[in-house]
Each structure stands twice: as structure tokens, then as C-alpha cells.
């Protein structure tokens, strides 16, 4: 068994109070034994920039238009943090919302474009595991106009997160049967030498914007062009109509 130490996450979160590391403890602390595997080690020590992607996906919700109340539409809709999503596949490691969180909702209060506004970030893992994979929900609600402009702006801002490099273009899925448009891409972050695929999607309506970030196992082996993006969006819609609820 290797005894190095599994990497830190390449940079830091560009908002105060950066997230904590896969065990909880802020990044710099000593994470403790390596796991056996080291490949999961890789992985488990990249999640940290997954969460930080994530806040930086939701954070770019924020962007300048017009102050004018014209156009934002009732709030109707928020989003929540299950203890479980995907059909109870994945179970709620932590809620950031009240950490990480807050640093989106201090850059939203007063932009024009975005109203009432409320954070919501959690980390997920399937079966709680997180040796087995890692799903960051990152995002906020409240009432939203230009919504399209917003969805874009999220996914440029996740593909220049610290240490990620756009890897396949966004692309705007919009399954049958669904009201929304989701974009996805793959970014590829190189830690110690080695580049691990990361698939994100977003969204944004009226009331509700997020972004979704997941780390798998086989991330370090598998290339970006082999992400079936589609997949993805149908797995970010699922979510979102599982965290997405009508107020009251």
C-alpha cells in the first residue's frame, strides 16, 4: 500500500470559505491514512475542486441586465436537499448551503437580473459512499429572468474554474416530455499528472438555477469524447425533479 498521501485539489474555491476536503476537514489538514487505492485516492482528492466548480457554476447566476422589475415572474418554485436522490441511489453527505452557499447568495443580493434569492449546495455519494463517487447539486432559487443568458453564464464560468479545461463543447439538451433545456459539458481538471473527466450540467428557469457535477470511478480512465452527454442531461433533469418543490 503506497503510504503518499492522496493530492490536493488544484487551487482553491474563488469564494470565502472554501469548501472542506472528502472527510470534512478544511483543505491543508492532514486527511489521514491513504486509502488502499490509490486511484480512489486520486479521486476522493479531486472532489474538493468538484465542490468548487459547483459553487462557481451556481455563483454565475449572477450577471447585469436592467433594473427594472418587468419581466421576473412569481415565486413559485424552490429547491431542496433530500436525504436521497436518483431513485435513493445517492444519499446526502453534507448541506453547504449555509457555508458555501452564502457566498452566492452575498453575490446575488441586489443584482438586477436576480430576486429573492436563496443558496442551496449539497454533496452526495452513492449509497454514502464516497469512495464510490461524489454528486455536487450547487445552486439557487428565487426569481429569474433572461434565463437562458444565465444558463450559459453558468457553464462558462464552471469551464474556467480553477485547474478545469473545457474539454467538449456545451451542448443544450432538451429531453421529450421535459419544460426546461439543460447544457452540459465535460471538463477535464489534471491533478498530480494525471486528467480526470468531469461531466457538468446546468440549468435555469424562472425560479430555480443549478448545476450538477459528478465524479465517478472510472474518471481517470475514461476520455472525455466517451461521456454520453445526453445521459447526463436526462440524470440532471431527474435530479431536478426530485430537489425542485412548489413553495407553501
Known amino acids: ?3 503518499t498521501p492522496p493530492p490536493q485539489p488544484p487551487g482553491s ?3 470565502p470559505g472554501s469548501p472542506p476536503g472528502p472527510d470534512g476537514t478544511p483543505w491543508g489538514a492532514p486527511l489521514g491514512p491513504p486509502p488502499r487505492k490509490s486511484r480512489l485516492g486520486l479521486i476522493l482528492g479531486i472532489v474538493g475542486g468538484v465542490v468548487a466548480l459547483g459553487v462557481v457554476g451556481a455563483g454565475v447566476l449572477v450577471w447585469i441586465g436592467v433594473k427594472s422589475d418587468a419581466g421576473f415572474p412569481e415565486a413559485e418554485y424552490r429547491l431542496t436537499l433530500p436525504q436521497k436522490v436518483l431513485d435513493g441511489k445517492y ?3 453534507g448541506d453547504l448551503s449555509g457555508t458555501d452557499g452564502q457566498a452566492i447568495e452575498e453575490e446575488a443580493d441586489g443584482d438586477w437580473d436576480a430576486r429573492d434569492t436563496k443558496p442551496v449546495v449539497g454533496r452526495y455519494s ?5 469512495a464510490r463517487g461524489t454528486l455536487v447539486i450547487s445552486g439557487m432559487y428565487g426569481r429569474f429572468r433572461n434565463t437562458g443568458l444565465a444558463r450559459d453564464s453558468m457553464m462558462k464560468g464552471a469551464a474556467g474554474g480553477d485547474g478545469a479545461e473545457l474539454a467538449v463543447e456545451p451542448r443544450d439538451f432538451r429531453p421529450a416530455g421535459s419544460d426546461t433545456t439543460v447544457t452540459c459539458e465535460v471538463l477535464v481538471q489534471t491533478q498530480a499528472g494525471t486528467e480526470v473527466t468531469l461531466p457538468v450540467c446546468g440549468w435555469v428557469d424562472g425560479n430555480t438555477g443549478a448545476s450538477i457535477a459528478g465524479i465517478t470511478a472510472d474518471a481517470i480512465t475514461r476520455k472525455p469524447a466517451d461521456v454520453d452527454l445526453g445521459a447526463a442531461a436526462e440524470t440532471a433533469l431527474k435530479i431536478r425533479d426530485e430537489i425542485r418543490k412548489p413553495i407553501g
Open 126 to 130: 452513492p449509497g454514502g459512499d464516497q
Open 13 to 15: 474555491s474563488p469564494y
Open 91 to 93: 444519499e446526502l453527505l
Open 1 to 3: 500500500m503506497s503510504t
